[in-house]
């Protein structure tokens, strides 16, 4: 008889390796959800904190159904977004490839915090919808405005969007109607929505594998308590990547799937703020939303919201809601 290899699963997850520093403070978005209608297939919002509110609970299934509970909430703030330029991509063996793009006249002086503004911006719109017939996507370029937000930030953040439809004429009329004007949260997604969030997870610098990753701390008389038992067999001569070993940890890219979308609002119309302020944040000035539960990354960082890709069933928005302003000081 042959020897009988032993058989298990593959041990480590690929999609968290290697497990290194984000290259930025935002998320890269890889794919977007299809989307039947003509719109912005994203936003975008910064972390203020969490707090909790209080509803009846207006969801067929639960078993509390009628009742009043209680949720804990992520606060976002979302101010609207500016459509900087559009962008036409064609398909070639290298996946999609920039054809050309056409920035707005209207350009606010924020912008030149993060990018080197050219003097002279001239409107390519006509030239790109010459060029509709050979173009796969379009696309939108837009920055953050978080002059508006609570945390005193002037610096915005530029990143690029999908549009829904299939459509590419369909998509560019659309681009090309909102193109230098303000995108606010209300015109992408609505309450009860449910969304996946990415994001950039805090950072906990350099970490061993007690931290890292939960090995177990060796006995008392072990001559070093805190590391591994053994890096791998003697063969093969090589290190295998699944091994707990020190290294970076956090900061890195990561998406939560399936958060409900509970609230769309304003601060001058319902006060989310608690007593004393946000700590480490300070007062949500504008609009802002409520999504249940935690959401990854640290206070003031960048959030993206997308449609939901995985998305399993539908959950009413709750009505009547009461948020706790208790002090968090």
Known sequence: MGHNKRQRPKRGAKQFWPRVRAKRMYPRIRSWQKHSQTKLLGFAGYKAGMTH?????????SPTKGEEIRMPVTVLETPSIHILSVR?????GYGLSLISEAWADTLTQDLKRRLK?????????????????KAAEVRVLIYTQPKYTGFGKKKPDVFELGIGGSDPKAKFDFAKSILGTDVPLSQVFKEGEIL???????????QGVVKRFGVKI?????????????????TPKNVPYWVPMAGQMGF?????YNKHLLKIANAKDQEVTPNGGFVRYGQVKGDYILVAGSVPGPKKRLITLTHATRAYKTIPAPENVEISRRSQQ
């Open 218 to 234: 060796q006995p008392r008389k072990a001559e070093t308590r805190r590391k591994i038992g053994t890096l791998g067999p003697w």
């Open 252 to 256: 890195h890219p990561r998406t939560e």
């Open 88 to 92: 036409l991509y064609q398909k070639s």
């Open 53 to 61: 509110i209080h509803f009846v609970d207006n969801r067929a299934n």
């Open 117 to 133: 503004l050219p003097k002279k911006r001239s409107n390519k719109l006509q030239e790109l919808e010459k060029q509709l017939e």
């Open 196 to 206: 996946d969030v990415h994001a950039i997870t805090k950072g906990k610098g350099f």
